[in-house]
DNA sequence: GGTTTGACCCTAA
DNA sequence: ATTAGGGCCAAAC
């Protein structure tokens, strides 16, 4: 549904994500058919800012928390959600995501 | 309208 | 393996 704002779009699909899972930046913005707008999806997970939402399962392709650390989100938060999910996160906030990564095929809007 | 800014990704050296 | 540069597209200014 493209009625929606690119950022409705954005939590409506990381809202699929479940438990124990991670998907990338590129992942998200490729489902809904813009493979370039990957800055975008942490954009709109910014403005989120603080929800329900499980932002913290969204990390960039390398597998690595990208976060800068000036927002209410840290790094090490997100390091304590995705543990908590089960999620096992190196002390360089590396995640293995050959492992965790999530398929997202077939949740296109 | 244009210009700037990113919680990114890809390619080349 | 690591660094540097360009590109990408939505939102804010």
Redesign the pocket.
């Known amino acids: 549904m493209p009625d929606l ?3 409705e779009r954005v939590v409506e699909l990381v809202r699929f994500i479940p438990r124990g899972k991670v998907v ?4 998200i913005a490729a489902c809904m058919g ?1 493979p ?14 603080g929800t329900d939402l499980p ?2 399962r ?1 990390i ?3 597998g690595k928390i ?3 650390g000036n ?1 209410e ?1 840290t790094p090490q938060i ?1 390091r304590q959600l995705l543990e908590a999910d089960g999620v096992k996160v190196s002390d360089n906030l590396e995640v293995e995501m050959a492992k965790y990564r999530y398929a997202l095929k077939g949740l296109a809007d």
């Open positions: 704002n690119f950022k990338s930046y590129g992942q813009q370039r707008a990957a800055r975008q999806v942490g954009w709109a997970l910014r403005a989120t800012g932002w913290w969204v960039n392709n390398a990208s976060i800068k927002w989100n997100q």
